[in-house]
């Protein structure tokens, strides 16, 4: 019974934003509630998550935008055909967890530059000014805005505005304490669907009765159809489907993160674990099965997910009759839906955006380490100038390149003189002879701390150029090498190549066993010997001694 009652609360609040969200993205609005009501019940039927609720969402809005106007309608069910593929193919790689340490200054990023690319493109409906064609180009959109400012139409920005206030003062209503007594219920109906019914009533009391026709809704730009269409395969060839693999993998890319950040947060209220490669499969799937039926991409939406927790949501169960709610509006109530106002649909997308915008988010990550800025920036300004494609992509090389350059710190070389310390050496490790700690003359002992990767390569050689002198054996001690790559073995064996044509020895000591594999597979054993390759320091040098004794 919990389930249920969730399922209809979620399928109604899912309808003023399915609808909402179609027409922003550039479609009609019943392909909005098509995808809803396909990649909802999939998602629920064969997810990672009992409580995840499926559907599209505002952040795909630019993107679905900017392939339609790209590459037409047929363009955009290619493009979301490929990204369910390559879903359902980062599930088969179990990609899943990768995919969530993708760097939180990234989705805080693109998540508040899609916030404020929404809300910019509303800005037109919520005001009523009459622009011919809004420019694609975020810079060009203000301008024209500005200059259409005195075309302004009174009565639709009342519409839109009172919108905004209703949705956003609809909670702390039904909190008031009168009203949770006596009608406490009320506070399950979202704000989004009282403005939708209320400022349509408005709206045709005022054409009936004041005459006002300058008020523009849903039916004096769509043509509603309550018909599930049949399932179509579009056309596609190899020049097409080049041409749409970097959306297609933006959309794959961004519907695996939101709905596995859905997931995870959807977890920490209800204590359990979702199946992340799990949740990526039934995305796939259901970004493959909307397309068919004239829908667009989806994902797990938090904002949907939560409504259905807050509600009593327990199991799958709740998403499929939220599916099931909305496939009923959609047959028998979808053609009232043409005389939504378009101003009250633009308010309820300013809050959506609002909602998305996550400034708090954004001004904690102001706080942190320049890099984690300069990536938030770069990522937040290249959305909105720009496109997400770019402003992922981008976002992702600087991170990498920053997470590189913060590796490569934690690695250092250092020169051990004199004698070893028995401090600082690990608890099994046996000091045997203290004598063994000395250091002989003509013996160097060099410690790597770190991973020696390609990002900390060239730090052995700049500490080898600052010494210039030559002794008769080196050690390198390896104790605290967690890893090793292919550059960082490169230089190992340039390095033991150059002592060796310059007359001196090589000593490795306290090579763990993962690194000691990789290194045996590369040669060292045979070109160091296998008399070379010390388990500890007092062997090391035992073994350098050994070597002075016989040059």
Known sequence: ???????????????????????????????????????????????????????????????????????????????????????????????????????YPIVVGFTSGIAVTIFTTQVKDLLGLSIDKVPSDFTEKWICYFQHFGTIDLWCAIIGIASVVLIALWPKFTKLSIIDQHIGWLKRIPGSLIAIIVMTIAVLLLKSYAGITTIETIGDRFTISNEMPDAAVPNMNWD????????????????????????????????????????LMAQGIANIASPLFGGIPATGAIARTMTNINNGGKTPISGIIHAAVLLLIFLFLMPLAKYI?????????????????????????????????????????????????????????????????????????????????????????????????????????YEINGPYFFGAGNKFEEIMSGIGDHPKVRIIRMRKVPFIDSTGIHNLTNLCSLSKSNGIEVVLSGVNEKVLVSLHKAGFKEMLGEENICKHISLALERANQILDEK
């Open 1 to 103: 019974m919990s389930d249920l009652l969730a399922g209809i609360i979620v399928g109604i609040v899912a309808l003023p934003l399915a609808i909402a969200f179609g027409i922003a993205s550039g479609v009609t609005p019943e392909k909005g509630i098509i995808t809803a009501i396909v990649a909802g019940l999939i998602v629920s039927l064969f997810g990672g998550s009992k409580v995840q609720i499926g559907g599209p969402t505002g952040a795909f809005i630019v993107i679905i935008y900017g392939i339609i106007q790209q590459y037409g309608m047929e363009g955009l069910t290619i493009a979301t055909l490929m990204a369910g593929a390559f879903l359902i193919l980062f599930s088969l790689l179990h990609l899943g967890t990768i995919i969530k340490y993708i760097p």
């Open 240 to 279: 097409v489907i080049k041409s749409l693999v970097s959306p297609a993998i933006t959309i794959a890319v961004l519907g695996a993160i939101e709905s596995l950040l859905s997931a995870t947060v959807a977890d920490g209220v209800i204590g359990a674990h979702h199946n992340s490669n799990t949740e």
């Open 341 to 445: 106002p378009m101003a009250c649909l633009a308010g309820v997308l300013v809050i959506v955006s609002y909602g998305m915008c996550g400034w708090r988010s954004f001004m904690s990550i102001m706080k942190n380490p320049k890099s984690d800025i300069l990536v938030l920036w770069v990522t937040f300004l290249l959305t909105i100038i720009f496109d997400l494609t770019v402003a992922i992509e981008v976002g992702l090389v600087c991170a990498c390149l920053l997470f590189m350059r913060r590796m490569a710190e934690t690695t250092d070389v250092k020169v051990i003189y004199g004698e070893i310390n028995p401090d600082e050496e690990t608890p099994e490790f046996e000091l045997g002879n203290l004598e063994h700690l000395i250091i002989p003359k003509g013996v160097e002992v």
